[in-house]
């Protein structure tokens, strides 16, 4: 059985069908599939699906001007634009802060329980929708970003300052984990199992 | 290159021996999220204070997630709500209470709309005119919870915990003073009126001032409050008095209070107890007279100008006031006199005699029996009456003297009668109009006319009398002066004679044309001119010697 080093990608034979063993030119563990794929990016499928309550609960803006003091959660931000008649604004909002961390996360679960029950019906299309998955997570930063400079512009003491609310880590923790989950997934388990097809 | 052999050539991994565990350490990462966001959520329940919900008049600038709540200029709490009551007759107003005021919520505690406010007394909170209105508080001294409060119209005056005390007082209406009238103490501010309340019969006011600490402890049992409010003009017995504070009262009312000098300055009253509100200071003032004696005076003249309160005299010094008056008709003449009743103060007038001589006047006074025969032997055997008389030309104010009349008529008076009925005697008052009249009536009869017809004759033969003097003074001007003046003509004559010789010897002499002057002027010329001659003569023999030998040279020039 011939095993790609992950590190070297060095081709070599595999010591033994359940533990590859360790490549002979750099010493890398080798794997047949990405170690623990599936646990893993249940794991941090997890960690992310539980983040995204306090990202969507917990204001990510307090804006403080001489005569109050606001603080905002996302949902309350697109309900603000949508109210004061940008309406394509707020929808942008929505989709990128709100419906594409949810798909992303429904998408790699989608992923993970077809691999686990074993079909391998869609195959193609199941591949496709991962790589849209791993390319749209690196956008997914878009609120984190436009709340940095928010902050950072709008700071005029007495009049007004606008300062990060604690549902922004949580946030920036969504993105960063599903980013990690999507890595952490070896699509080719979507193909089957080395054993199961090529065994 | 063939497949086969290159796969055949591929090396071989190192085998190891690795424990595989079941479960991944990945795992950890949710289960810290979960720990974390667990963690965040009990904590926003636990720091969740109450939602209590306060019912205003009107939500003045009041907004739901705007408007704060904040007591000692802390934020305590925000509105999160603002609608209207079921009735739409006031406002609700929920709000969410931090949790560490949680306690403060009690049912005293107070609630109000803070905004800018301008009253007499200055600006107030003009902060919120930039910064917005706010909902104040005040904590409340209750330790029963409420979660439903009813706002206040106006911020209140006094906050909990002010250091001072609370006293009521009673008053009869309450004039120019409202919420926030201050209280004085010497002219210093000491407190406010916080509150008033019309009394359960309706009869009087009940007026709560606050006393700042520590003026407070000033505020003794026997302490007396009265109005500073407005200008005080009044006119009495003894003139015009005007009497202000400060401007402020003069708007806006104000209160003073004061313990009498005479008053024991001991014991501090206590919290919310309660005086009476005097109208004015003298009124607060006065000493209260324990010992009074009453007596009544009947006069058959006019009382006019003879008011309550008017002074009672006794030679001169104050002894009583007058207490009513009034008519009264004389049972046995069936007559309608004035009624005058006067209180004497006795102690007052013990107050006058010399130290040596209090004892003996306590000793005419204790027993009624003494001070009977005391009083029967002034009255009765020395004559003392009493009298209205005029204390002021200007205002017409009267008031009732007692003097010696050792003259008048003897009477007997009744001393057993609660207010024995003093003698008097007719004022001295109508004596100066009736004298008045008599002058006038004197004047009436003079013989005006005949003193002129006398004057004009007189005034005729002084100007007779004039003429002749006039005559005889021509006459002494047409005989003598004329001889006098012949004689001064001539003298005239004579000094005309010596001027003009005198003139003439002038200008021949030394009148700046005179002729002999004149040929001295030329003479000395001459002698002028030939000296400077022969002083040219004299300096060109100096520099040419030899001039003399052979005249003048014509080489001077080339000298020079």
Redesign the interface.
């Known amino acids: 059985m011939?095993?790609s080093c992950p590190t070297c990608a060095?081709?070599?034979?595999?010591?033994?069908a359940a533990?590859?063993?360790?490549?002979?030119?750099c010493?890398g563990d080798?794997e047949h599939r990405r170690h623990?794929s599936l646990?893993?990016t249940w794991?941090?499928i997890?960690?992310?699906a539980?983040?995204y309550?306090?990202a969507n609960v917990?204001p990510v803006l307090t804006t403080s001007t001489?005569?109050?003091a606001?603080s905002d959660t996302i949902i309350a931000g697109v309900i603000y634009l949508y109210t004061s008649g940008s309406w394509p604004l707020a929808l942008i909002v929505l989709i990128a802060s709100v419906m594409i961390p949810v798909g992303k996360l429904s998408a790699l679960a989608y992923l993970l329980i077809g691999i686990q029950r074993g079909s391998f019906h869609a195959s193609r299309a199941r591949t496709r929708l991962y790589r849209v998955v791993e390319l749209i997570g690196r956008w997914s930063m878009l609120d984190v970003f436009v709340i940095a400079f928010v902050v950072a512009l709008i700071q005029l003491p007495p009049v007004m300052i606008a300062q990060p609310g604690?549902g922004v880590p949580?946030f920036a923790?969504v993105v960063i984990?599903t980013m990690l989950a999507a890595m952490?997934f070896d699509p080719r388990l979507i193909w089957g199992n080395e054993r199961s097809r090529y065994g | 290159m063939a497949e086969g052999r290159d796969?055949d050539d591929?090396?071989?991994?190192?085998?190891?021996q690795?424990r595989?565990t079941r479960?991944?350490l990945?795992?950890i990462?949710?289960i810290?999220?979960?720990l974390v966001?667990v963690g965040?959520?009990v904590e926003r329940l636990m720091s969740e204070g109450p939602t209590i919900s306060i019912v205003f008049k009107a939500a003045e600038g009041i907004?739901a997630?705007?408007?704060?709540i904040k007591y000692k200029d802390v934020k305590i709490g925000e509105v999160t709500a603002v609608q209207l009551s079921d009735d739409y007759s006031r406002v609700e107003v929920t709000a969410q209470i931090a949790k560490s005021a949680e306690g403060l919520m009690v049912q005293d505690a107070k609630f109000w709309v803070v905004q800018p406010r301008i009253s007499v007394r200055g600006i107030s909170d003009l902060g919120t005119v930039?910064?917005?209105n706010y909902i104040g508080f005040d904590a409340g001294n209750s330790k029963e919870r409420q979660r439903r409060f009813n706002a206040l119209e106006r911020p209140p005056i006094v906050t909990a915990g002010q250091p001072g005390r609370e006293f009521v007082l009673k008053a009869k209406d309450m004039d120019s003073l409202g919420i926030g009238s201050p209280v004085y103490y010497r002219h210093l501010q000491a407190g406010q009126v916080v509150g008033v309340n019309l009394a359960a019969e309706g009869t009087s006011v009940e007026v709560k001032v606050f006393v700042d600490a520590p003026y407070d402890q000033y505020v003794r049992a026997s302490t007396r409050f009265w109005n500073e409010s407005g200008l005080d003009v009044s006119v009495g017995a003894s003139g015009v008095e005007v009497h202000t504070h400060s401007l402020a009262t003069l708007i806006a009312g104000g209160l003073a209070f004061d313990t009498p000098s005479f008053e024991s300055q001991a014991d501090p009253a206590a919290a919310n107890s309660s005086f009476t509100l005097y109208k004015d200071r003298s009124t607060a003032m006065k000493q209260p007279e324990n010992n009074v004696a009453n007596f009544v005076l009947y006069f058959t003249e006019s009382l006019s100008g003879l008011s309550v309160g008017a002074p009672v005299t006794l030679l001169g010094l104050p002894a009583g006031e007058v207490s009513d008056v009034g008519l009264d008709i004389d049972p046995k003449t069936l007559n309608v006199r004035g009624r005058v009743e006067v209180t004497i103060f006795p102690e007052r007038l013990l107050g006058r005699l010399s130290e040596t001589q209090g004892a003996l006047a306590k000793s005419l006074g204790v027993g009624t029996s003494k001070r009977v025969a005391f009083l029967e032997r002034l009255v009765e055997e020395r004559g003392l009456r009493g009298q209205i008389r005029l204390s002021s030309l200007l205002t017409g104010q009267r008031y009732i003297a007692f003097d010696y009349f050792p003259k008048a008529p003897t009477v007997k008076v009744d001393w057993n009668k609660e207010s024995p009925e003093l003698p008097v005697v007719a004022s001295s008052l109508p004596d100066v109009e009736a004298k008045l009249t008599s002058i006038l009536a004197k004047l009436d009869k003079l013989p005006l006319e005949a003193i002129g017809t006398d004057l004009k004759s007189d005034l005729e033969s002084l100007g007779q009398t004039l003429r002749e003097t006039n005559k005889l003074v021509s006459h002494i001007d047409s005989d003598v002066i004329s001889g006098l003046k012949t004689t001064l003509q001539d003298t005239h004559r004579t000094l005309a004679v010596a001027e003009r010789f005198m003139q003439n010897a002038d200008t021949t002499l030394i009148g700046p044309d005179a002729p002999a002057q004149q040929q001295l002027r030329d003479a000395l010329k001459e002698v002028a001119q030939s000296a400077r001659a022969l002083r040219v003569f004299a300096e060109d023999l100096q520099r040419h010697p030899e001039a003399l030998l052979r005249g003048r040279s014509e080489q001077k020039e080339t000298r020079k």
């Open positions: 011939i095993v060095l081709l070599c034979r595999a010591s033994d533990d590859p063993g360790r490549c002979p030119r010493a080798l623990d646990q893993r794991a941090l997890a960690a992310a539980i983040c309550i306090p917990l001489l005569r109050s606001e604690p949580f923790a984990l952490s | 796969l591929l090396p071989h991994a190192i085998a190891v690795q595989r479960i991944s990945v795992w990462i949710p810290v999220a979960a966001a965040i959520a907004e997630g705007k408007t704060f930039l910064a917005g």
